[in-house]
């Protein structure tokens, strides 16, 4: 098995929301704001090389939405999903699974493009992976979460015969290496993949811990549906990665594609950061 970093680029998003109640005199040392109070976020997707299959897990935000949308959440940078998959010697047709932790704009929008008049998968040849649960909650959204959930980015994938539903199971074995966690807080059965890899576990965060900056516990988006279970399942599940030295892979942490844990005085915090290829 090999693992590489899918790096789609940078966006930015308010502060306030991302850190919720805490204050921004506190959030801004890890995570310095501009002007207007948005902060850089990163869009880091992960291929997982094994055997015959290419497997992506999320696509990023994409570019087929108009220039309206766009201009809300400023992206910058010079990566895209093409660009990342053509430095590594592949294309978007050699992708033969694109795994989806959840069906957040900023997570799915690559999963489809614009053909002209028409949306198809990104991805021809590869099979969508979501979960009937999840899938229903982002298809029938309530109105919080609505502005999150496009239907041009995730109905296209149903279409296309391409969709495939994962079972509903706590760390289920999925694929060769590869058993899935589920998480409730952020948004209904968002799936976190957790891969053996060169005798360590390394488990991609999505939204239950967007970048270092999150690991104290009251530090919960006030993006998320479910903030006091936010509180335990993060406490949990930082217990099981401390005990177990997980690495995390850092979905949206500007700076940090990797960390360890440890404990100390103050909580469970950061031992070491490094890069995916450091491993």
Same mark, same amino acid.
């Given at each position: 098995?090999?693992?590489?970093?899918?790096?789609?680029?940078?966006?930015?998003?308010?502060?306030?929301?991302?850190?919720?109640?805490?204050?921004k005199a506190i959030w801004?040392?890890?995570? @310095?704001?501009?002007?207007?109070?948005?902060?850089?976020?990163?869009?880091?997707? =992960?291929? %997982?090389? !094994?055997?015959? $299959? /290419?497997?992506?897990?999320?696509?990023?935000?994409?570019?087929?939405?108009?220039?309206?949308?766009?201009?809300?959440?400023?992206?910058?940078?010079?990566?895209?999903?093409?660009?990342?998959?053509?430095?590594?010697?592949?294309?978007?047709?050699?992708?033969?699974?694109?795994?989806?932790?959840?069906?957040?704009?900023?997570?799915?929008?690559?999963?489809?493009?614009?053909?002209?008049?028409?949306?198809?998968?990104?991805?021809?040849?590869?099979?969508?992976?979501?979960?009937?649960?999840?899938?229903?909650?982002?298809?029938? @959204?309530?109105?919080?979460?609505?502005?999150?959930?496009?239907?041009?980015?995730? =109905?296209? %994938?149903? !279409?296309?015969? $391409? /969709?495939?539903?994962?079972?509903?199971?706590?760390?289920?074995?999925?694929?060769?290496?590869?058993?899935?966690?589920?998480?409730?807080?952020?948004?209904?059965?968002?799936?976190?993949?957790?891969?053996?890899?060169?005798?360590?576990?390394?488990?991609?965060?999505?939204?239950?811990?967007?970048?270092?900056?999150?690991?104290?516990?009251?530090?919960?988006?006030?993006?998320?549906?479910?903030?006091?279970?936010?509180?335990?399942?993060?406490?949990?599940?930082?217990?099981?990665?401390?005990?177990?030295?997980?690495?995390?892979?850092?979905?949206?942490?500007?700076?940090?594609?990797?960390?360890?844990?440890?404990?100390?005085?103050?909580?469970i915090r950061v031992a070491?950061?490094?890069?995916?290829?450091?491993?």
């Open positions: 098995m090999k693992l590489h970093t899918i790096n789609t680029g940078f966006f930015k998003l308010d502060g306030g929301a991302m850190f919720g109640v805490v204050p801004q040392k890890t995570n @310095p704001a501009d002007a207007n109070n948005l902060c850089t976020w990163a869009m880091r997707c =992960l291929l %997982i090389e !094994e055997g015959n $299959q /290419l497997i992506l897990v999320d696509t990023g935000i994409g570019n087929k939405q108009d220039e309206k949308f766009f201009s809300h959440y400023y992206l910058h940078g010079d990566d895209t999903m093409e660009k990342s998959l053509a430095g590594l010697g592949f294309s978007t047709g050699d992708i033969t699974d694109v795994f989806l932790t959840h069906l957040h704009f900023d997570h799915v929008g690559g999963a489809v493009l614009r053909d002209g008049d028409k949306l198809k998968p990104a991805f021809s040849n590869a099979t969508y992976w979501s979960n009937e649960k999840h899938w229903q909650w982002a298809v029938e @959204p309530n109105a919080r979460e609505k502005a999150s959930f496009l239907k041009e980015n995730i =109905l296209p %994938i149903q !279409e296309s015969g $391409q /969709l495939k539903f994962v079972t509903e199971q706590e760390n289920i074995a999925w694929q060769k290496d590869i058993n899935i966690s589920f998480a409730y807080c952020h948004t209904d059965a968002m799936m976190l993949p957790k891969i053996n890899y060169k005798g360590k576990t390394v488990v991609y965060m999505a939204d239950l811990l967007p970048s270092v900056g999150h690991l104290p516990l009251p530090y919960v988006m006030a993006y998320d549906m479910f903030p006091l279970k936010t509180l335990t399942e993060k406490q949990a599940f930082l217990e099981e990665a401390v005990s177990n030295n997980y690495i995390l892979y850092l979905e949206h942490d500007p700076v940090n594609e990797c960390c360890t844990l440890q404990r100390t005085e103050k909580g070491e950061t490094f890069n995916l290829s450091d491993i």
